[in-house]
C-alpha cells in the first residue's frame, strides 16, 4: 500500500514538509515544459512505462524543464504543507537517466502563507539551505541542513536544466505562532496534529502504512491513509508513541478506525507523559507512562471521542491497541499550556531553584562523576520529574569509561566499616549505610566472603564491585559478586554502570527530603 508520507527509515520521526497530503504545492516555476513540477510533490514514488509519450516527448514522472539553449538555470517554488525546522531533503531522479539535473541546490524563506508567486520570485531574500550539489541519475539524493531556522517555503534550483522526478523536505513541524509569532492559539486544538506541530516518533509496527498517517489533516479517505500494522502472531500488542506539537493538557482523545472493517483492533488505550524533547528510545518502555484512556473496545469504520482521565499537562502520548491492525486518525484536543506538571515532593522546585554551587553540592552527592554534575546542572529547569529522571540517565549513558570509574570511586566498597565509610565519605555516608543495610544484620562469614570478594573483584576489574544494594542481604550481594566475576571486563563495566545508574535515581529521589 503507498504510504501517504514517504518517510525512509533513515528518518523516521521526521515529517514531509513538502507533502501534498499535508497541503504542500508547488507554486511557480521557470519551466516545465516536459513535465509538470506539481509532480515533484505527489506521494507515489516515481513510476516509469517506456512506451508511453505525449505531444510533447517522452512521458516522466517529476519535473522536466526543456534543453537549456540560454543562460542560467531552472528553479521551481515550493509552498510547504507545514512550517517547520528543515533537517535533510532528498532530490530523488528516479527514472531520470540521460535527462536528470546534473546539478541541484535548495533555499528557504519564513514569509506569509498568502505571498504571491511573483512577490517570491522578485522580492523575497532566500537562505541558502542546500549548496550546489552533484546528483546522481535514477537515484535518491539525500542531503542535510544544518540550519535551524523555521521555513516556510523552499527554491528548488537544477542546474543548468533537466529532470527531478520527486522533492522530499524532512524536517520537524512548527505550528503557526510558536516561532515568534503573536497569534492566540485556539481555545481547543488537537494537538497531535501535524499543522499544530505533532510528529509520530516510534512504532511497534507499520507495515501496511506508516505511523505518519494517523496525524495526518482531515479523515482518511482509504483504509492506506491510517496506521495499520501486520496480523501479530502469537497475538500481542502494537503501540506508537507521538510528540505533541506544544506541551499541553487535553480533554478528550478521538480514535477513528475509518475503512478498517476485519482489521481494526479489539481494544485501544492511550497513555501520557511530560519529558519535553524526550530520546525516542528512551520512551518506548519508560516506566512514567500514565494511562489517559483505559483500554476501550472498538468497533469497524467508526469514529469515538473518550474523554481523558488525567488532563496533564503532557508532551507524549502512546497509542496502545490490542492485538493489532489500524487506526486511521488520532486527534487529542486541548490547550497548549507552560505549566509544570503536579511535583508532589517538591524535588523539581528545589533543584530548579539553586544557584549553580548548590546545585553542584547537591548533585555530587548524588553522583560522583563531574561531567554528570556540569550536564545535569545545565540541564535546568526541569520540567517535570519524568523529565529530571530522564535526563540523569540519559547524560549518564552519554559518559565515557573514565566518567564512570570516577562516579564507581566516590562509592564505599560494600561491607566498608561505618567508621571508615564516615571517614572518606561524609556528605553520602547516611545515604550509602542505608543502601547496605543488608550488611549490618549479616554473619561474621559472609562480611569476609564479602571483603574477600571485592578485593578479587577490584583486582580483575580494575574497580570495586558496583550493585543497587537497596534491599539486598548481605547474601544475596554476595552471590551477585560471585555471578559477575567471570563476565569479560568491557562486558562487566557496563554492568556496573547500570548498577550505577540505579543508585543514581534512589538519590535524587532523596534530595527531596534534604
Known amino acids: 500500500m503507498a504510504e501517504i508520507v514517504g518517510t525512509p527509515a533513515l528518518f523516521t520521526g521526521l515529517v514531509d514538509l513538502a507533502a501534498a497530503a499535508l497541503g504542500g504545492e508547488a507554486l511557480l516555476t521557470s519551466d516545465d515544459f516536459f513535465a509538470g513540477m506539481e509532480n515533484l510533490l505527489k506521494t507515489a514514488p516515481a513510476a516509469f512505462d517506456p512506451t508511453t509519450y505525449t505531444p510533447y516527448g517522452k512521458e516522466m514522472d517529476g519535473w522536466e524543464s526543456r534543453r537549456k539553449r540560454v543562460p542560467g538555470h531552472d528553479w521551481c517554488i515550493v509552498r510547504l504543507g507545514v512550517p517547520g525546522r528543515i533537517r535533510a531533503v532528498d532530490i530523488d531522479t528516479a527514472h531520470f537517466l540521460g535527462n536528470h539535473a546534473p546539478f541541484a541546490s535548495l533555499d528557504g524563506c519564513n514569509v506569509a502563507a498568502d505571498t504571491s508567486p511573483e512577490a517570491l520570485r522578485d522580492e523575497v531574500n532566500w537562505t541558502p539551505l542546500v549548496p550546489e550539489t552533484p546528483m546522481k541519475r535514477g537515484s535518491p ?19 543548468p536544466d533537466g529532470g527531478i522526478a520527486r522533492l522530499r523536505v524532512y524536517g520537524e513541524p512548527v505550528p503557526v505562532g510558536a516561532h515568534g509569532g503573536n497569534g492566540e492559539a485556539p481555545p481547543e486544538i488537537d494537538l497531535a496534529a501535524i499543522e499544530n506541530g505533532g510528529t509520530p516518533l516510534v512504532a511497534s509496527d507499520s507495515f501496511f502504512s506508516p505511523m505518519t498517517n494517523l496525524v495526518l489533516p482531515g479523515e482518511s479517505p482509504i483504509m492506506s491513509n491510517g496506521w495499520e500494522t501486520r496480523r501479530s502472531r502469537p497475538p500481542g500488542m502494537d503501540w506508537i508513541i507521538l510528540r505533541l506539537g506544544r506541551p499541553g493538557t487535553l480533554t478528550r482523545v478521538t480514535l477513528q478506525t475509518h475503512h478498517f472493517r476485519g482489521n481494526y483492533p479489539d481494544r485501544a488505550a492511550v497513555d501520557a507523559l511530560h519529558w519535553p524533547d524526550a530520546p525516542p528510545s528512551r520512551l518506548v518502555n519508560h516506566p512514567d507512562w500514565t494511562e489517559i484512556i483505559p483500554s476501550t473496545k472498538m468497533r469497524a469504520h467508526e469514529s469515538v471521542d473518550l474523554a481523558v482521565t488525567t488532563p496533564g499537562p503532557w508532551t507524549h502520548l502512546r497509542l496502545r491497541i490490542v492485538p493489532d491492525g489500524g487506526i486511521s486518525r488520532l486527534r487529542a484536543w486541548g490547550k497548549p499550556s507552560r505549566d509544570a506538571p503536579w511535583d508532589p515532593t517538591g524535588l523539581v522546585v528545589r533543584i530548579n531553584a539553586m544557584n549553580d554551587s548548590a546545585a553542584t553540592e547537591a548533585l555530587s552527592r548524588v553522583c560522583g562523576s563531574r561531567r554528570w554534575v556540569a550536564a545535569m546542572r545545565a540541564t535546568r529547569p526541569f520540567a517535570s520529574t519524568t523529565h529530571l529522571f530522564g535526563e540523569a540517565e540519559t547524560a549518564w549513558w552519554r559518559l565515557g569509561d573514565g566518567d564512570w570509574k570516577e562516579a564507581f570511586a566516590h562509592h564505599p566498597k560494600i561491607g566498608a566499616d561505618p567508621a571508615a565509610l564516615r571517614e572518606k565519605f561524609g556528605t553520602t555516608a547516611s545515604w550509602a549505610a542505608g543502601e547496605q543495610a543488608g550488611v549490618a544484620a549479616a554473619d561474621e562469614t559472609t562480611i569476609q566472603a564479602l571483603a574477600a570478594g571485592n578485593a578479587a573483584y577490584e583486582a580483575r576489574f580494575g574497580f570495586i564491585f558496583i550493585v543497587c544494594a537497596s534491599g539486598l542481604s548481605a547474601a544475596e550481594m554476595l552471590a551477585r559478586l560471585v555471578e559477575r566475576m567471570p563476565n569479560e571486563p568491557a562486558a562487566e563495566l557496563r554492568i556496573a554502570a547500570g548498577e550505577q545508574a540505579k543508585i543514581t535515581r534512589l538519590r535524587l529521589e532523596k534530595l527531596a527530603g534534604v
Not at 544544518?146 to 527554491?155: D, E, L
Open 141 to 159: 539524493n539525500v542531503q542535510a541542513v544544518r540550519n535551524q531556522g523555521v521555513f516556510t517555503h523552499v527554491r528548488l534550483n537544477m542546474i
